[in-house]
């Protein structure tokens, strides 16, 4: 009787099958290869091949097995997140300040194995020092993502969900660059009403997986939208459209110049925001995007980042309440 | 190559209470096409109808009864071993229908290298229900890919209880010794012809139809023996792995994978259950890929029919695997309750 399930043992026992059946089927063929072997002296004892032996044994049963075990533990779907996610309700963090001036802090292209590390972090910090954050999320996909889901979960009360276009890819961009004038078409920029429900239907399905989602904001990608999309808007829930330009909920301040293609230190951004409040403007949205924060190879950027904590840091110094779209009046 | 003395082969055949079977087992060892020199059966103190039934066979089988059973087969087998007069004999068991060419094929073994002082057949398990058929799916892996490794590089890790056949001096001569210290005597003697670098040689056309366990409770407590004896016999015969290279390939990758599958089949759903399930999906189709092999080289449908089935299996043997690690290894408690299936009248 074999122990249960040998699976490493059937390769080795297949591989001295096939070995051993061609040395039995040269023998027959050349039957005086046998006489003709010299008996050399062992390399080494049959003992210390023996140990030699068992300590590769231990070690590649360890190592698959250990693995196994490791990659059980390592995994999102572990049994203790999901009981912890089962057992977890949000708790509000968010310090209500009374103050005419708010300031929404915007991190789109949230989206599924995509920065993922990177956004939560963001959001976390800004949770941490008791301030609301909306994700814009790519809703593409996202349910597909353990780890964002699991921090939505627990957090949903202090993060607003936005829509931010269904795959945020760039419409018309076929891989062809031949004619391609540099310049990059919005997902939501140019469709008409039909390709804006249809995608919009998408989002929304898809965002509805989410745990705890209510949908009142859209965010277009590249910033862009078309008045046909705009129109449809309110079929779906929404209230607030931020892009960019003079609306009312579009950004104000930005983490990068698209201009430039270079990072915007927070000093800068608070700047710009308090001369939205000078202008007697009460709101200003400040956009960012994990990928402002974030290396080539997906790792925190820690020049970036010490200056988003400072960021934080400064509007809490200031006298401003630090809100989400859906806080705001309904337009 | 001939062996110096004329080739003459014995049946031994332990018996407690198998009156359902012993007739059918005694009558496949007088159909032999070589026949045997000799068949003995050790009657070890039946209280059923065994003895009866052998006294039928009047004078063409030896029949040794013991005014009481002596309570486990290697004394019973020790009882007739001490009384054969042939060089060479077959082991087998009261319940196990001979193949009419076991005793042919032994012979053939035997005197086509001299050098062979013990022989494994091949063992099939008789039809009956789900549990035999997932035995069988187990012996025809077991065999035509583990036993023949085995036999590649000289190391048959187990000469079976009811379809082995040793050289008689091997006992007579005390090379092989009855301890009657572990639940497995067949594998602690395959043991001690390592020891001994004896050469073992595995023939699969010599074949013998046993009764594996029938009922849930009887495959429990077989298992328990086997599993038992298994760390029995590795504990007491360690120095092989450190004296053999091939014994310790195959007994440390064997119980080394054994303990961590067992481990990680108990542990993956703790942790992780979702993946638990994504790893049974795997083990399903690996048992399946078995069965219809199993079922392909039996030409038998219920194999693949029943081979689901052996997940659930594959699930108790690794829990009583584990647990008789623990018990005969860990708290070092050694069990020696010998277990009698239940037997059914079964003909080839």
């Known amino acids: 009787m074999n122990p249960p399930f040998t699976g490493i043992t059937l390769f080795i026992s297949l591989i001295i099958i096939v070995v051993g059946f061609v040395k039995r089927q040269f023998l027959i063929l050349y039957p005086i290869a046998e006489s003709l072997v010299i008996k050399k002296k062992r390399i080494v004892s049959q003992g210390i091949a023996s140990i030699c032996i068992v300590l590769f044994s231990f070690a590649a049963c360890g190592l698959l097995y250990s693995s196994f075990i490791h990659g059980a533990f390592a995994d999102e779907q572990n049994n203790y997140t999901k009981a912890s996610e089962y057992f977890t309700t949000c708790e509000s963090t968010i310090k209500r300040t009374i103050s005419d001036k708010k300031i929404i802090l915007r991190l789109d292209d949230v989206q599924a194995y995509g920065w993922t590390d990177i956004s939560i972090k963001l959001m976390e910090d800004a949770v941490k020092q008791g301030f609301p954050i909306v994700a814009g999320v790519i809703p593409n996909n996202i349910q597909t993502d353990p780890k964002l889901n699991h921090f939505f979960k627990a957090q949903h009360c202090n993060i607003e969900i936005a829509i931010h276009g269904f795959t945020h890819e760039v419409a018309g961009d076929f891989g062809d660059t031949e004619g391609d004038n540099g310049e990059t078409t919005g997902e939501f920029e140019l469709i008409g009403e039909h390709v804006a429900r249809r995608k919009l239907e998408q989002a929304v399905s898809a965002l509805a997986l989410l745990p705890e989602t209510t949908i009142a904001t859209f965010i277009p990608p590249q910033n862009k939208i078309s008045q046909s999309a705009l129109a449809v808007m309110p079929e779906y829930g929404v209230s607030y459209v931020s892009s960019e330009g003079a609306g009312p909920y579009d950004y104000d301040a930005s983490t990068w110049n698209y201009v430039t293609g270079e990072f915007v230190k927070s000093k800068d951004v608070i700047e710009k925001c308090d001369a939205v409040f000078a202008s007697g403007d009460t709101l200003c949205v400040i956009m960012l995007h994990p990928q402002d924060f974030s290396l080539a190879d997906q790792n925190l950027n820690q020049a970036h980042y010490r200056e988003y904590l400072w960021l934080l840091g400064e509007i809490k110094r200031r006298d401003v309440s630090v809100v989400r779209f859906i806080d705001l009046p309904r337009p | ?348």
């Open chain 2, 1 to 348: 190559m001939q062996t110096t003395k004329p080739l003459t082969i014995a049946i031994l055949i332990p018996a407690h209470n198998e009156e359902q079977m012993i007739g059918a087992c005694v009558d496949s060892c007088l159909a032999q096409t070589r026949p045997a020199d000799e068949i003995i059966v050790v009657n070890d103190g039946s209280t059923d109808r065994t003895g009866e039934i052998l006294a039928t066979y009047g004078d063409r089988i030896r029949v040794i009864t013991t005014p009481v059973a002596t309570g486990n087969k290697s004394r019973a087998q020790e009882i007739g071993i001490n009384a054969l007069s042939s060089n060479v004999f077959v082991a087998t068991d009261g319940d196990t229908i001979l193949d009419s060419n076991f005793v042919l094929e032994v012979e053939k073994s035997f005197l086509k290298n001299s050098e062979i002082s013990a022989f494994a057949g091949q063992v099939q398990s008789t039809t009956y229900n789900y549990l035999t058929a997932i035995r069988e799916i187990d012996y025809v892996i077991g065999q035509d890919l583990y036993k023949k490794a085995q036999s590649y590089i000289n190391q048959v890790m187990v000469i079976p209880g009811c379809s082995g056949a040793f050289k008689t001096s091997l006992f007579h001569e005390n090379k092989i010794t009855f301890d009657h210290d572990t639940l497995t005597e067949d594998f602690d003697f395959t043991y001690k012809l390592h020891e001994q670098d004896l050469l073992i040689c595995y023939n699969q056309n010599a074949i013998c139809y046993t009764q594996d366990p029938h009922t849930l409770s009887s495959y429990l407590n077989q298992m328990r023996r086997w599993y038992g004896g298994g760390w029995q016999n590795l504990e007491k015969h360690i120095n092989i792995v450190r004296k053999r290279p091939s014994a310790a390939l195959l007994i440390s990758m064997g119980y080394f994978e054994g303990l961590g599958f067992s481990i990680l089949f108990f542990l993956l759903p703790i942790v992780n259950f979702a993946l638990f399930l994504n790893m049974l999906w795997l083990y399903l189709i690996i048992c399946m890929i078995s069965g219809a092999y199993a079922s392909a080289r039996r030409r038998r449908a219920d194999l693949f029919v029943y081979s689901p089935l052996m997940v659930l299996i594959g699930a108790i043997n690794a829990w009583i695997f584990l647990e008789r690690f623990v018990v005969e290894i860990v708290l070092r408690k050694k069990n020696m309750t010998w277990f009698h299936p239940e037997r059914r009248l079964v003909l080839k």
